[in-house]
């Protein structure tokens, strides 16, 4: 999360003379889709060679151009951004990045792919443990691609992550650590007291090719043996890691996943896992929503059926197993008919009890439907809200304007809406617009208007239809914000942003054109004006 006080903007010198520099807020010379932080492209070396153990030491034409298939010992520096290991060869400084290898672990490796400024690397044994081992409680920890770290400490995963934001605010982001203010600016990382059953949402898939660990893979599998209910194996969209338990989500939705893993590949009852190849099957998602009960703070649950067609007989045996569980409130199926992989149907219907689950934050009630957006981690999305509350820094006088991007279900909005005049929020997904409406009358806070918009395809007209705001607060997906808005956000010039995120990296550019301002390039030679 990030708060930027001010706007500016950003010159580049140019060197060539068909090139003409332009101080511009409202235009830019390459696509928002570009990420700052992609790489190079394969530079197609192929070449396979001998396979053979290479010390790092070796001279720096061979060390920093390391073939395809070479194997080296490598000692992991540090994590990247989704836990991949940071392993540099000496004397060149050549990184090389590895799956399931953490910060001081000297292992061998193989070179599995070159690439221009780097290479990927698999690990093939570990000749020393990384400084901060610990036991990963959970069986699938080494196969699954959802918990890379979890035999890292958890002290050992917040320097990581913490180190991970510093340097990309640092290189990204463009803000100076030399600047004598910038240790007040970035903030130590806020710990979670929790590390375990705290997700209130997993979404688990249904497939009909089940992944098998090296050590299993001479194992013949046919029909229902082949099925799988879990997650997708780490590279593959086709491939499902079976999945009995998973620590991430509470006891109750663990319940509920054993209940489903005994029954859906009874023959008898019919029902068929989704095939991404020939579009077949029926199942498609199971995704399991843990909420509270106001009344009695405990545990509810939604179970959503995410399949390929409509056919509520088909579930009815599933839905009368299901329904047992005493914590279970609603049963939902989604329908999906597209060939694509989201767990979001074009019609849903209730197969059992209620259409949405409840939960508490910063003292509100919200309702949460099957495809709505919530804060995953109920217990630190408190303290998150906090943070923004404090960054926010609204003087409780009901005179300001909080303008609220993203606003998903509102949570945000509606928790600064008793400090603000008015909050207007903006969410592209219609079922949460609804649902934002629906907590604002729950709650009785009047001061608030949704609206439902893509904040990607805005157009000159948007800040039209809303009180210029005192406060911003966004919350974009990983993608970051388009860069329409950023422009709209420069040009509004409003005295505060919040901007809070899921995806460091996306915020750190975000953070840069939003500090820095924007460029845009005339191309002279061209018969045509490129802005």
Not at 465 to 484: A, C, Q, T, Y
Not at 490 to 519: E, M
Request: aromatic share 8%; hydrophobic share 35%.
């Amino acid at each position: 999360m990030a708060t930027i006080p001010s706007h500016a903007l950003r010159h580049l010198t140019l060197t060539r003379p068909w090139l003409r520099k332009i101080r511009c807020t409202t235009s830019l010379a390459f696509s928002s889709q570009d990420l700052l932080l992609t790489y190079p492209d394969d530079d197609n070396n192929n070449n396979n060679d001998t396979d053979h153990t290479k010390k790092t030491t070796n001279s720096k034409s061979q060390a920093f151009f390391p073939k395809k298939n070479q194997v080296l010992e490598l000692e992991c520096e540090s994590l990247a951004f989704k836990g991949k290991g940071v392993c540099k060869v000496a004397d060149s400084g050549f990184v090389l990045l590895c799956d399931n290898a953490l910060p001081g672990e000297r292992f061998i490796g193989r070179v599995s792919r070159k690439k221009g400024s780097y290479a990927e690397v698999t690990k093939l044994k570990t000749l020393s443990p990384h400084r901060d081992l610990v036991d990963a409680p959970c069986e699938y920890a080494s196969y699954c691609g959802g918990c890379k770290t979890q035999n890292l400490s958890y002290e050992a995963q917040l320097r990581a992550k913490e180190q991970q934001v510093r340097e990309l605010v640092i290189h990204v982001g463009k803000l100076s650590d030399k600047n004598p203010d910038f240790e007040c600016i970035m903030k130590p990382i806020v710990p979670c007291d929790v590390q375990f059953h705290y997700r209130n949402k997993m979404e688990f898939s249904f497939g009909s090719q089940k992944w098998l660990p090296k050590e299993l893979l001479h194992e013949k599998l046919d029909g229902n043996d082949n099925y799988a209910l879990g997650l997708h194996a780490p590279g593959y969209f086709d491939k499902i890691l079976n999945v009995d338990k998973c620590l991430l989500q509470s006891e109750p939705a663990n319940k509920i996943l054993a209940t489903v893993q005994d029954n859906w590949k009874d023959p008898e009852l019919g029902l068929s896992p989704y095939n991404v190849h020939s579009h077949t099957g029926f199942l498609k998602h199971l995704v399991l929503r843990t909420g509270r009960n106001m009344k009695s703070d405990l545990p509810e649950l939604m179970v959503n059926f995410v399949t390929s067609s409509y056919k509520p007989e088909m579930l009815k045996p599933m839905v009368e197993k299901i329904s047992a569980i005493p914590e279970v409130v609603s049963i939902m199926n989604n329908v999906n008919t597209s060939v694509g992989n989201t767990s979001v149907g074009e019609e849903e219907y209730t197969l059992y009890g209620k259409s949405t689950i409840t939960e508490s934050l910063r003292g509100l009630t919200f309702q949460i439907s099957a495809n709505s957006f919530f804060q995953t981690n109920t217990h630190q999305a408190e303290v998150l809200y906090k943070l923004i509350e404090d960054c926010a820094g609204l003087r409780g006088d009901a005179s300001e304007i909080v303008l609220d991007l993203f606003c998903g279900t509102g949570t945000i909005g509606l928790t600064l809406a008793k400090k603000a005049k008015h909050v207007y929020g903006y969410e592209v997904v219609a079922q949460a617009v609804a649902d934002a409406h629906r907590n604002a009358k729950l709650n009785g806070i009047s001061n608030t208007t949704f609206v439902q918009g893509d904040l990607n395809k805005i157009d000159e007209n948007f800040g039209k239809h809303f009180p210029k705001p005192d406060i911003v607060i966004s919350d974009p997906n990983r993608p970051g914000m388009h860069m329409k808005l950023i422009k709209f956000l420069l040009k509004l010039k409003a005295p505060k942003i919040v901007y809070v995120s899921c995806n460091p990296a996306t915020c750190a550019r975000d953070i840069d054109y939003l500090c820095h301002g924007v460029v845009c390039m005339v191309y002279l030679s061209s018969p045509l004006l490129k802005i």
